[in-house]
């Protein structure tokens, strides 16, 4: 089973996430590739059987500018059987916390992925707690491959 996590991170928060997550997938048995969404294409996704993406949110509800691209790339890609979840950190000074979550896990659904997880939000930098709740983001989606 092949497992991609992509991210965007600008002050290191939805990184340090994307390595719990990584560190997840690994306790469930399998290897994910990890890269910055700046160094992957939206065609990328149909050669993993899973799919999880991060990202924070900018200003007042939008996908940071990084991600812009790779989300325009998904269109018209069939993800049907793909296991999916979607992470980031967000800012609840803001009123759309944590929206490029939802924007993400929406695109996935759209392009028949099944999310097998509710988007994780993250306040700014994560926690020991948070960093559990990637460790358990990953590890659900390596398990629904099996």
Request: aromatic share 6%; proline share 2%; charged share 30%.
């Amino acid at each position: 089973m092949k497992l991609i996590i992509l991210f965007a991170s600008m002050t290191g928060n939805t990184e340090e996430m994307a390595d719990e997550v990584a560190e997840g997938v690994r306790e469930a048995g399998i290897e994910p590739v990890v890269k910055n969404v700046m160094d992957a294409s939206g065609h990328e996704l149909g050669e993993y059987d899973g799919i999880i993406l991060g990202a924070y949110t900018w200003g007042d509800g939008e996908l940071p500018d990084e991600f812009l691209d790779f989300y325009e790339e998904m269109d018209g890609l069939e993800l049907s059987g793909k296991k999916a979840a979607v992470f980031g950190s967000a800012d609840s000074s803001y009123a759309q916390f944590g929206k490029a979550v939802d924007i993400l896990k929406e695109k996935l659904e759209e392009l028949g992925a099944d999310v097998v997880a509710e988007g994780l939000k993250v306040e700014l930098n994560p926690s020991d707690s948070d960093k559990a709740a990637c460790r358990a983001l990953g590890k659900k989606v390596a398990e629904a491959l099996a």
